[in-house]
């Protein structure tokens, strides 16, 4: 979990409600990316971000947002929390495009 | 959808025991890592391995790939207690770069 921090680690909010998750970077790493945990599925990219301002969508982007002004905060949003978003949200960054990638310790989720 | 499925889904050995895991996908790649998860954490790069290699090692992990077959497998020679955890394998696309795609994963469980 080196050099990456994600806030807050813990939420519990209401359908409906905003929701922004924020990972938070020290290694000046060019890519970053969230993905979602849950039983049975492994992990499932997002979004990702190549540079700042530069992102794309992932497999399972529907009812999520990003934004990407600095090199070291990539932000997730969720416009309108629904219950399906209930997960564990984890950021990654890596240094090169084909690299390996290091994760952040994750943020858990749950819509109420 | 998942490119790399693992198999088995769970495995429970006894300490000193080797244990393997496999893992299959679809479509070409450019390379296929292996991450390990232990409860509640993020994930941790074990192990990268390119397309035209056939075989890595890194301690007491062990690496192959098949391309022919679209299958790899890692090998954790004398486990130990510590390696009990989850396992994914990710791979990267020859024609689908910037992103990995995450399998499901194998739950390692090593029993002193």
């Known amino acids: 979990d080196a050099g990456i921090t994600q806030s807050p680690r813990h939420k519990v909010t209401e359908t409906g409600t905003p929701v922004t998750l924020r990972c938070h970077q020290t290694?000046?790493?060019?890519?970053m990316y969230w993905y979602r945990q849950d039983p049975g599925h492994g992990l499932r990219l997002i979004h990702y971000?190549?540079?700042?301002?530069?992102?794309d969508k992932g497999e399972v982007s529907d009812g999520y947002s990003v934004s990407r002004s600095k090199t070291e905060d990539f932000l997730l949003t969720l416009e309108s929390a629904t219950s399906s978003q209930t997960s564990v949200y984890f950021c990654?960054?890596?240094?090169?495009?084909?690299?390996?990638?290091?994760f952040g310790p994750g943020t858990r989720l749950t819509v109420t | 959808s998942q490119q790399g499925e693992e198999d088995p889904q769970a495995l429970s050995i006894q300490e000193g025991e080797n244990a393997t895991m496999n893992c299959s996908y679809k479509?070409?790649?450019?390379?296929l890592q292996w991450y390990r998860q232990n409860s509640g954490r993020g994930l941790v790069h074990l192990i990268l391995?390119?397309?035209?290699?056939r075989e890595k090692h890194s301690g007491r992990l062990r690496v192959t790939l098949d391309t022919s077959k679209k299958s790899s497998s890692l090998l954790i020679t004398a486990s130990r207690a510590a390696d009990t955890a989850s396992y994914f394998c990710?791979?990267?696309?020859?024609?689908?770069?910037?992103?990995?795609?995450f399998g499901t994963g194998t739950r390692l469980q090593v029993f002193p």
């Open positions: 290694e000046n790493h060019r890519y």
């Open positions: 391995i390119r397309s035209n290699e």
């Open positions: 479509t070409s790649i450019n390379n």
């Open positions: 990654a960054i890596s240094e090169s495009r084909s690299g390996e990638q290091y």
């Open positions: 971000s190549y540079g700042v301002k530069d992102t």
């Open positions: 990710a791979t990267e696309g020859a024609y689908n770069t910037d992103k990995l795609i």
